[in-house]
């Protein structure tokens, strides 16, 4: 009987992970279906609104229920307390900042709601299920999607259309040709999610059968190219090269890559051709890091940065960013309208450098750790160094990418970078545990 209802817990907290995954990459269509693109403002509304957060808060209670006092016995490690020395200083001084009830809730929402997730898996729970295998499952779901946004592109258009108009207010989002986004009806997070699962599908050639990764690998990557996000595509090239550096001699790496170029010869064919497609990539990418005159993100930037001189310690919580764009006018100066595409700008402007230094100390503490665990004394399987080169790649990719976009104000991929983020910080400890 004891059994049994182990293994009933067991199922159920690795299925409300699952179930509330597929839920939030479900949410931005149910919402917009629902209640439109507008904000809430009836009870309705705001019911359907704050759907993913009382799933999550579901699965919450359920964690902590089958965890039970196990979570008071784990010994943090510095990539914790770093962590947690950024939450707190940045909740706590962004709320005194911001001095509004309704945007600190917004703020809290969007940012650091979701770091809860990387505490729930840090802190024990990977004891009672096989993360891998959800991990898995997630990736498998995230391929789903892949083909949704490709059957929506190609066969059914005009609902694409449609929803696409809605989101954004009667214009397409396009380069060369309308960008596919799947049923986020956007490109960005669509294509920063086809990243990520181009990387694991990439990393999942060192296991298992060969031929069902390389066509899982050949959609994902496909629905990324046709994305058109340049941040996305730029560091999955960066991620592929780490993966295939780490494990060189690995022949299955040079058949996805092969599976990759082709790809991407073939969908520029459509898109426009290689040559122009490939020097978009490169001269816009160089354009945005040498700060170009005629760049539209980087007038942005330097109008989020004016006002950041203006106020360096911030402006406070939910006044930078994708909240400060929802609540506040353009020429506002109690927020910081234009700071929606970098989140390191975003964070500066929102808890000024106090906050900036404890994230950065935050990421060279994890990549610090990652690489002392690969290169150091730890003598690690070959399956486990390769995990953690995976998770080395996500890591640094996210990271990369927050140069130029808000992806970890993405729902999505905020929660599940920070869930793969708490599991690497397991592992991790448990590694240099058996040094």
């Known amino acids: 009987?004891?059994?049994?209802?182990?293994?009933?817990?067991?199922?159920?907290?690795?299925?409300?992970?699952?179930?509330?995954?597929?839920?939030?990459?479900c949410f931005p269509t149910i919402r917009l279906l629902l209640v439109g693109t507008k904000g809430a403002n009836t009870i309705y509304e705001y019911a359907i609104s704050i759907l993913p957060e009382l799933f999550f808060a579901i699965v919450t209670c359920q964690i902590l229920i089958v965890m039970k006092k196990g979570i008071f016995f784990v010994k943090l490690n510095i990539i914790d307390y770093s962590l947690a020395t950024f939450i707190i200083c940045n909740i706590v001084v962004g709320s005194i900042l911001s001095l509004d009830f309704k945007l600190i809730i917004y703020g809290l929402r969007m940012a650091y709601l979701p770091i809860l997730l990387y505490w729930?898996?840090?802190?024990g729970i990977?004891?009672?299920?096989?993360?891998?295998?959800?991990?898995?499952?997630?990736?498998?779901?995230?391929?789903?999607?892949?083909?949704?946004?490709?059957?929506?592109?190609?066969?059914?258009?005009?609902?694409?259309?449609?929803?696409?108009?809605?989101?954004n207010q009667g214009q397409l989002s396009e380069y060369f040709v309308v960008r596919m986004t799947s049923i986020f009806w956007t490109p960005v997070v669509f294509g920063t999610l086809m990243s990520l699962t181009t990387l694991y599908w990439f990393y999942q050639l060192n296991f298992i059968n060969k031929n069902m990764?390389?066509?899982?690998?050949?959609?994902?990557?496909?629905?990324?190219?046709?994305?058109?996000?340049?941040?996305?595509?730029?560091?999955?090239?960066?991620g592929i090269t780490f993966l295939f550096l780490c494990n060189i001699k690995n022949k299955r790496y040079y058949s996805?890559?092969?599976?990759?170029?082709?790809?991407?010869?073939?969908?520029?064919?459509?898109?426009?051709?290689?040559?122009?497609?490939?020097?978009?990539?490169?001269?816009?990418?160089?354009?945005?890091?040498?700060?170009?005159?005629?760049?539209?993100?980087?007038?942005?930037?330097?109008?989020?940065?004016?006002l950041f001189q203006v106020k360096p310690f911030g402006y406070g919580l939910g006044r930078a960013g994708h909240v400060a764009a929802r609540f506040f006018t353009p020429n506002s100066?109690?927020?910081?309208?234009?700071s929606t595409d970098g989140w390191y700008l975003k964070l500066l402007c929102e808890t000024g450098f106090p906050g900036f230094i404890l994230y950065l100390f935050f990421f060279f503490t994890f990549l610090f750790s990652f690489t002392k665990i690969l290169f150091g004394k730890v003598i690690l399987k070959l399956t486990d160094k390769l995990e953690f080169c995976f998770f080395m790649a996500v890591?640094?990719?996210?990271?990369?990418?927050?140069?130029?976009?808000?992806?970890?104000?993405?729902?999505?991929?905020?929660?599940?970078f920070w869930m793969l983020m708490g599991y690497s910080s397991y592992q991790i400890s448990l590694n240099i545990t058996r040094k």
Request: charged share 15%.
């Open 1 to 25: 009987m004891k059994s049994l209802l182990f293994s009933y817990k067991n199922l159920k907290v690795e299925t409300l992970i699952l179930s509330f995954f597929i839920f939030i990459t």
């Open 120 to 123: 729930l898996i840090r802190l």
């Open 126 to 167: 990977l004891e009672y299920f096989d993360f891998r295998k959800l991990i898995d499952k997630i990736f498998n779901w995230f391929t789903i999607i892949g083909i949704i946004g490709i059957l929506l592109y190609f066969v059914f258009r005009n609902i694409m259309f449609d929803m696409a108009l809605i989101i």
């Open 213 to 238: 990764v390389i066509v899982k690998l050949g959609i994902t990557f496909f629905c990324l190219i046709f994305s058109l996000s340049r941040g996305a595509i730029v560091v999955s090239g960066i």
């Open 256 to 306: 996805g890559i092969l599976i990759m170029s082709v790809i991407y010869i073939a969908s520029s064919f459509y898109i426009v051709d290689p040559f122009t497609l490939t020097k978009w990539l490169v001269s816009s990418t160089s354009d945005t890091m040498m700060l170009g005159d005629h760049n539209t993100r980087v007038k942005f930037w330097e109008m989020a940065f004016k």
């Open 333 to 338: 100066r109690d927020a910081v309208f234009y």
């Open 395 to 416: 890591f640094i990719s996210i990271n990369l990418q927050n140069i130029v976009s808000n992806v970890l104000d993405f729902s999505i991929i905020n929660y599940f």
